[in-house]
Structure formats: C-alpha cells, structure tokens
C-alpha cells in the first residue's frame, strides 16, 4: 500500500518519489492480477500521471501531507 512508502509529514525529492510511487503502484497492480488476472488500469493511470509531471518539477521536493480515504 502507499501508505507503506510514505507518510504524513515526510518530504522527497521528486525522483526519490517517483521512484517510490512505481514500487508503490507496481505492487499494487500485481495484487490486483494475482486476485483477477489482471493489472490495475487505475494504479498504471495514476503512475503515468506521477511520472509526466515529475517531468516538469525534477528538481522540486514532494511533501505528503496525508491520505485520502
């Protein structure tokens, strides 16, 4: 889960956050093929997504501020 990469307060650099949002979201799409034989659309969206931004911001810091249920 991401909520086992980040947490509340912590700040990253973008690659490191990137990075971290991969294995995050990586592992989570293979849950989700282990249980319906298929990755998960939503978490391949959301890393594409994190990745073409960090594009734009590569040398910002990322600061989680928490989680939305």
């Known amino acids: 889960m991401v909520e086992e ?7 990253y650099p973008v ?3 990137a990075d971290r949002s991969r294995a995050a979201l990586t592992r989570a799409s293979e849950r989700v093929r282990r249980i319906h034989g298929f990755g998960c659309a ?3 969206a959301q890393l594409a ?10 040398d910002g ?3 989680i501020e928490g ?3």
């Open 5 to 11: 990469v980040f947490a509340p307060g912590d700040s």
């Open 15 to 17: 690659a490191e956050f």
């Open 42 to 44: 939503r978490a391949a």
């Open 49 to 58: 997504d994190i990745e073409a931004r960090a594009k734009s911001f590569a």
């Open 61 to 63: 810091r990322v600061v």
């Open 67 to 69: 989680f939305e249920p």
